[in-house]
């Protein structure tokens, strides 16, 4: 099937967008000032607690087809990146809680109509999360949720614990059955698998150029695909952070950034980021290899400028890659709002590294 051309129109905004935005940014500004207070520190509205901060290449394939030639992607060569690696929580939990993990990357100096002008730099960032649709797809079912969110994100980890186990113990009797997990319970029923294994989506679609897409990143080496599916053992407070840094203090990695164009957007909504789209519809095609050589990932200054000085925006980029969906419009508010919120009670500066060497070593 012949991938769906973007139009304007590929998004439809509903008249009630504009309260539920300022309602749902409000909600999560009041979570913050608590957030703020318990640890008398700024942490993330989202994804607050990191996991490993990693400087990389990415290389784009030659030879790739016109309807993957877009954007960033247009040409054949290498960019310098930095990626984050986090817990999805908005605040900061022991790791023997099961949680979604992210992968962020920010491709360095890159060219093209800015969508946020009044971010500094020629930088593209992409956000991920390691399955492939979210548990609230519209900005209306995401305020329903917001409550149950944040109350349980700042629950005691003994609950959340019980309430992780719980989730799973359903997830398998439905599977069992011959059931589909929605996405609200696969979210909350995540394992406790090496995060350097899994497979990352942006869940929301993107443009994608001339065309719409969800990007995809999966691990391609040896040395990644073999964590793939494997529990850690003896799991404890921040054990995710120690096997990142005891894997990259020896090995490298490598990851295949992978493109699924919308080919249906009956099928493949996006407006509804709780939808998986079919693979059957459109597979996920490689664009791009990620390479991240061995190094250190949490050392103090360099864990210090990934928690405090370093922000990740999916409106930080470039027009061709524009976020699409309300779940997407609503992030454009939302990340400023938290990004200016942490940069001013830390008393840092927000700053858009230039070259890879920006980042502490």
Not at 36 to 57: P, Y
Not at 204 to 220: H, M, V
Not at 223 to 252: C, K, N, P, W
Request: net charge negative; hydrophobic share 40%.
């Amino acid at each position: 099937m012949k991938p769906i051309p973007y139009t304007p129109d590929s998004e439809v905004i509903t008249d009630d967008e504009a309260a539920l935005t300022n309602d749902i940014v409000d909600t999560m500004a009041a979570s913050s000032r608590c957030a703020f207070e318990r640890h008398r520190h700024a942490i993330r509205d989202a994804h607050a607690k990191s996991n490993g901060l990693l400087k990389g290449q990415l290389t784009i394939h030659p030879d790739l087809p016109e309807e993957l030639r877009q954007g960033v992607f247009a040409e054949p060569r290498s960019y310098q990146v930095v990626a984050r690696l986090s817990s999805a929580p908005s605040d900061i939990h022991s790791d023997k809680i099961p949680a979604a993990r992210g992968f962020a990357f920010k491709i360095i100096g890159v060219d093209g109509e800015r969508l946020s002008p009044d971010i500094e730099g020629h930088n593209q960032d992409f956000l991920m999360v390691n399955f492939p649709a979210l548990a609230f797809g519209t900005i209306a079912r995401y305020k329903r949720m917001l409550a149950l969110l944040e109350a349980n994100s700042h629950a005691p980890d003994t609950f959340q614990r019980l309430l992780a186990g719980t989730a799973h113990g359903a997830k398998q009797v439905l599977e069992s059955l011959g059931g589909t997990p929605g996405a609200t319970l696969d979210g909350l029923a995540r394992d406790n698998h090496h995060p350097l294994g899994e497979t990352y989506h942006t869940q929301a679609a993107i443009r994608f150029g001339n065309y719409i897409a969800k990007l995809s990143l999966q691990p391609s080496s040896a040395s990644v695909t073999s964590l793939s599916g494997q529990a850690i053992d003896d799991v404890q407070y921040a054990s995710m952070r120690d096997v990142v840094t005891a894997h990259f203090a020896e090995h490298g990695a490598e990851y295949t950034l992978c493109a699924q164009l919308c080919t249906d957007l009956h099928q493949m909504p996006v407006e509804d980021a709780a939808i998986a789209w079919p693979e059957a519809l459109s597979p996920h095609r490689p664009i791009a290899t990620l390479r991240f050589a061995p190094q250190a990932t949490a050392n103090p200054a360099r864990q210090v400028y990934g928690d405090d000085v370093l922000s990740f925006n999916p409106w930080n980029g470039v027009a061709a890659h524009r976020p699409l969906g309300g779940i997407m419009r609503i992030r454009r508010a939302a990340y400023e709002r938290s990004t200016a919120f942490r940069h001013a009670m830390n008393a840092q500066q927000r700053v858009e590294p230039s070259q890879a060497t920006d980042i502490p070593d």
